[in-house]
Nanobody, 125 residues
Framework: QVQLVESGGGLVQAGGSLRLSCAAS????????MAWFRQAPGKEREFVAS????????YYADSVKGRFTISRDNAKNTVYLQMNSLKPEDTAVYYC??????????????????WGQGTQVTVSS
């Protein structure tokens, strides 16, 4: 059982930046592809970004491409989401997810095996 703990959320003004972190309990962290999803009130959970086991390949939703960067440090069992040029429509609870297997590029929540508890990101206009 993999435990994921997100941190780094908060309140920021439009145009600002935040960096989210997700620490995993799994010793074989590099056997997992990782992703970030988000869910705004009244909306379905949506894909934000994913990364393969080594960090060599990343995938982004069109809505965040060019503004967000996903990365990972396998030595620290941690995945990050750097969010720049934030917009009010980025306001949501952000979730970290892990999928057993080394490939990335999975966009649906059902493809992931483990989830964190979520961290709130609020962007004020």
């Amino acid at each position: 059982q993999v435990q994921l703990v997100e941190s780094g959320g908060g309140l920021v003004q439009a145009g600002g930046s935040l960096r989210l972190s997700c620490a995993a309990s799994e010793r074989t962290f590099n056997n997992y592809a990782m992703a970030w999803f988000r869910q705004a009130p009244g909306k379905e959970r949506e894909f934000v970004a994913s990364i393969n086991w080594s960090g060599s390949t990343t995938y982004y939703a069109d809505s965040v491409k060019g503004r967000f960067t996903i990365s990972r440090d396998n030595a620290k069992n941690t995945v990050y989401l750097q969010m720049n040029s934030l917009k009010p429509e980025d306001t949501a609870v952000y979730y970290c997810a892990a999928r057993q297997g080394r490939g990335g590029g999975y966009y649906t929540p059902r493809a992931y095996d483990y989830w964190g508890q979520g961290t709130q990101v609020t962007v004020s206009s």
